[in-house]
């Protein structure tokens, strides 16, 4: 995940959040709604930086995890 992709995603949720703010009935609706917001950015986020998957979703690789903290 390069830099403008992930301030891309953060703007598409900054914009999610400022609807929330707008259409919640309450602070526990904005705070639920901002919650989940805010898992779905950082599960987003953590798989952008780490790169495709492996076929194999029980294998893991360390060498392109590696490989991706050096760009």
Avoid: C, P
């Avoid at 779905?40 to 930086?49: A, I, Y």
């Avoid at 194999?56 to 991706?68: A, I, M, N, T």
Wanted: proline share 0%.
């Amino acid at each position: 995940m390069t830099k403008e992709e992930f301030l891309e995603l953060a703007a598409e949720k900054w914009d999610e959040i400022e609807k929330k703010k707008s259409s919640s009935d309450s602070f526990y609706d904005y705070e639920k709604g901002f919650d989940e917001l805010w898992v779905e950015f950082g599960r987003r986020s953590l798989e952008g930086s780490l790169g495709e998957l492996s076929k194999d979703r029980r294998k893991k690789k360390l060498e392109s995890f590696r490989s991706h903290l050096h760009e």
